[in-house]
Nanobody, 124 residues
Framework: QVRLAESGGGLVQAGGSLRLSCAAS????????MAWFRQAPGKEREFVAG????????RVGDSVKGRFTISRDNAKNTVYLQMNSLKPEDTAVYYC?????????????????WGQGTQVTVSS
């Protein structure tokens, strides 16, 4: 059974940084596309960043480009989201997602597995 467990969320001031972690278990993820999405109250779930586990290829959403970075640690089976220069508009619940795919998907509907989410709040 696939399990994705996010951690690292919290309260931070604008301009600060946080690193989110997504610990993946339940199978081998080498052929998976992993991603981070976020959802603010009253808004649709938004693609933040994605990575192909085997190749390490990444893609970052336009709203966070230049500030957020996605990476993975094969030994720990963990995907990270490094968030720098945080803004109040980055406030949301951040979700880790996984899908068996050879390319990075940006639509949440295309992802099969999801974590429970972690809250990130950025104060002004």
């Amino acid at each position: 059974q696939v399990r994705l467990a996010e951690s690292g969320g919290g309260l931070v001031q604008a301009g600060g940084s946080l690193r989110l972690s997504c610990a993946a278990s339940g199978r081998t993820f080498s052929n998976y596309n992993m991603a981070w999405f976020r959802q603010a109250p009253g808004k649709e779930r938004e693609f933040v960043a994605g990575i192909l586990w085997r190749l390490g290829s990444t893609r970052v959403g336009d709203s966070v480009k230049g500030r957020f970075t996605i990476s993975r640690d094969n030994a720990k089976n963990t995907v990270y989201l490094q968030m720098n220069s945080l803004k109040p508009e980055d406030t949301a619940v951040y979700y880790c997602a996984a899908d068996l795919s050879s390319y990075i998907r940006v639509l949440s509907i295309e992802y099969e597995y999801w974590g429970q989410g972690t809250q990130v709040t950025v104060s002004s």
